[in-house]
């Protein structure tokens, strides 16, 4: 049952980035539940919250490169 007076919260969105184009992959409606996949993510994926990118960041970015070496 939906209830239509609680707004609704933004989903968070995985996307494959493929030759400049965001195809969305899977939605998840916690953070929680998105953390889950981000270890196993390469520069091909992204993570948005509505507009606002969430997953790689500057610092996961960083993380990610390091753990690469």
């Given amino acids: 049952m939906i209830d239509d007076d609680k707004p609704r919260r933004e989903a968070y969105s995985l996307q494959r980035i493929d030759e400049g184009r965001a ?3 899977a939605s998840f409606h916690s953070a929680a539940e998105a953390l889950t996949v981000i270890p196993s993510l390469d520069e091909r994926y992204r993570l948005m919250l ?3 990118q ?3 960041n500057e610092s ?3 993380h990610h490169d390091a753990c690469a070496r």
Avoid: E, F, V
């Fill in 50 to 52: 509505g507009d606002r």
């Fill in 54 to 56: 969430i997953w790689p």
């Fill in 23 to 25: 195809i969305p992959i």
């Fill in 60 to 62: 996961s970015l960083r």
